[in-house]
T-cell receptor, first 113, second 117 residues
């Protein structure tokens, strides 16, 4: 079990650039969640998918953010254009099967300068 | 109303002593699960312990135990024999429903625990 795999671990980009964060959930998990963590706002749920279908995207800050899950083993979170206030740690988590709880990825630390 | 409330932003404990981190929750769903996660300074989120709403006994995992008081809607984490490596942020979380319905987790704001040598 390789766990939830996120890439990249760190990303530094300039304001206005497109950023794509990637997540591979645990095989067999049918739910996938994207969170953002900042000192000011703590952990915020951005969007989550069940069986590759987006269920709740009410946490997505604005139209600059989009997420896709084209298949059960891959999801992306895209920010276009990026802004300095998007700087945060972005976590992906998955759940399903016998694991009722979340398993988190290691996170992507995004810095927008 | 907040689904999960952690009222202790920061806690200190002497090494080898026990410490209790508070968590209260709010739900009208009779079926739910309660979780605690640890986030050390390295940033990863580590699952610690789980309690189901119908579980008769408090959950335990090594030095971690969950003091589940259903009537009071509290799910406090007790860490016995604190170690320096326990210094971290601790998050309480709840998931409504017991089957894996894909419901989201609700997280508290966290408690920062510092273990003093």
């Amino acid at each position: 079990d390789a766990g939830v795999i996120q890439s990249p671990r760190h990303e530094v980009t300039e304001m206005g650039q497109e950023v794509t964060l990637r997540c591979k959930p645990i095989s067999g998990h049918n739910s996938l969640f994207w969170y953002r963590q900042t000192m000011m706002r703590g952990l915020e749920l951005l969007i989550y998918f069940n069986n590759n279908v987006p269920i709740d995207d009410s946490g997505m800050p604005e139209d600059r953010f989009s997420a896709k899950m084209p298949n059960a083993s891959f999801s992306t979170l895209k920010i276009q254009p990026s802004e300095p206030r998007d700087s945060a740690v972005y976590f992906c988590a998955s759940s399903g099967g016998q694991n009722y709880g979340y398993t988190f990825g290691s996170g992507t630390r995004l810095t927008v300068v | 109303a907040q689904k999960i409330t952690q009222t202790q932003p920061g806690m200190f404990v002497q090494e080898k002593e026990a410490v209790t981190l508070d968590c209260t929750y709010d739900t009208s769903d009779p079926s739910y699960g309660l979780f605690w996660y640890k986030q050390p300074s390295s940033g990863e989120m580590i699952f610690l312990i789980y309690q189901g709403s119908y579980d008769q006994q408090n959950a335990t995992e090594g030095r971690y135990s969950l003091n589940f008081q259903k009537a009071r809607k509290s799910a406090n984490l007790v860490i016995s024999a604190s170690q320096l490596g326990d210094s971290a942020m601790y998050f309480c979380a709840m998931r409504e429903g017991l089957a894996d319905t894909g419901n989201q987790f609700y997280f508290g704001t966290g408690t920062s625990l510092t273990v003093i040598p």
